[in-house]
């Protein structure tokens, strides 16, 4: 079984800065793509940032320039640094990692962390 924790949300004024972690555990042979979700209240999942095994990152037009994920491999876990954070930042934070389980099988698995609320407000 794989875990997927995450740590790091919390209230910040508007142009502050929050940094999220979430850690994999469990029976993981390689984390492939690592990815950072947010969902806000009456709107879409959105898909945030992006960071493969390889360090290519990716990341929403609504977080570009302020928003930076990166990953440290030796602890499967993988961080998204916020600044210059907005109101419309605020929300459920969700890491997301896909992964195989396996050295002798290529199937790849999608797992998901609790979610981490962030809010943004004066």
């Known amino acids: 079984q794989v875990q997927l924790v995450e740590s790091g949300g919390g209230l910040v004024q508007p142009g502050g800065s929050l940094s999220l972690s979430c850690a994999a555990s469990?029976?993981?042979?390689?984390?492939?793509?690592m990815c950072w979700y947010r969902h806000a209240p009456g709107k879409q999942r959105e898909l945030v940032a992006t960071?493969?095994?390889?360090?290519?990152?990716n990341y929403a037009d609504s977080v570009k320039g302020r928003f930076t994920i990166s990953r440290d491999k030796t602890k499967n876990t993988v961080y998204l640094q916020m600044n210059s954070l907005k109101p419309e930042d605020t929300a459920v934070y969700y890491c997301?990692?896909?992964?195989?389980?396996?050295?002798?099988?290529?199937?790849?698995?999608?797992?998901w962390g609790q979610g981490t609320q962030v809010t943004v407000s004066s």
């Open positions: 469990g029976s993981i042979f390689r984390i492939n793509t």
């Open positions: 960071i493969t095994s390889g360090g290519n990152t």
């Open positions: 997301n990692a896909k992964l195989r389980t396996r050295a002798n099988s290529n199937a790849e698995y999608v797992y």
